[in-house]
């Protein structure tokens, strides 16, 4: 019965697509935290925790322009949602050998991108740090989501919208330091899909 309920962050995903406003940003993360408050699965309040914070770190990224710091703001925003997915996929945690094989084939290659490409298109020490802590934090939420101790599809719903998020910020990336903006298109797709599989996963 729950599940019928995704039809609202849906709906609202649709239109912020349609439209481009921006009310319709923070009203489906709202709308996946008030859904998620009814799952069963123990800590649920963390992942409604990082929905709260995502609400924060999406405002400071949406308007750049109102303080000379608002990056930095949304990526701390977005950095402690990912401390509450994070405490959350913990709670469920059972240790595997997954997380560390996961865990290196990310640190390889994101290592090797942040070092050679996108540390040194960062201005000032303060960004590079935030940047490069934020980095470590997404590839340790999907990392340990492969040892998640739920049910199967719990999980792996799970595993796909926290990969969703890791995809989106990636291209973010490449798109707001580094000027490469052809997979522009699938920033927000990604990024409203990460939020709306994190709640399926928690009431499916």
Same mark, same amino acid.
Request: with cysteine.
């Given at each position: ?57 999406? #405002? ?7 303080? +000379?710091?608002? =990056? /930095?703001? $949304? *990526?701390?925003?977005?950095? @402690? ?64 989501? #492969? ?7 719990? +999980?792996?719903? =799970? /595993?796909? $919208? *926290?990969?969703?998020?890791? @995809? ?37």
């Amino acid at each position: 019965m729950m599940k019928v309920l995704l039809i609202v962050p849906l709906s609202l995903f649709a239109l912020k697509l349609k439209t481009g406003k921006y009310i319709y940003s923070p009203l489906v993360t709202l709308s996946c935290c008030l859904i998620s408050l009814f799952s069963r699965l123990e800590s649920q309040w963390l992942v409604c925790a990082g929905y709260l914070f995502s609400v924060i770190g999406d #405002f400071f990224l949406a308007h750049k322009s109102i303080h +000379k710091n608002s =990056y /930095l703001f $949304g *990526i701390a925003g977005f950095f @402690f949602a990912h401390a509450c997915f994070l405490s959350y996929t913990l709670v469920h945690f059972q240790l595997s050998i997954m997380t560390a094989i996961v865990s290196a084939l990310l640190l390889i290659p994101y290592g090797a991108y942040a070092f050679r490409c996108l540390l040194p298109a960062l201005s000032g020490i303060a960004m590079r740090i935030a940047v490069t802590v934020y980095m470590l934090i997404s590839i340790a939420v999907f990392s340990c989501s #492969f040892s998640m101790n739920v049910p199967a599809l719990n +999980k792996y719903v =799970y /595993l796909s $919208g *926290i990969g969703m998020i890791l @995809f989106s910020d990636t291209v973010i990336s490449f798109s707001d330091f580094l000027g490469y903006r052809k997979w522009d298109k699938w920033i927000l797709p990604t990024y409203y899909l990460c939020h709306i599989l994190v709640c399926a996963s928690v009431i499916i």
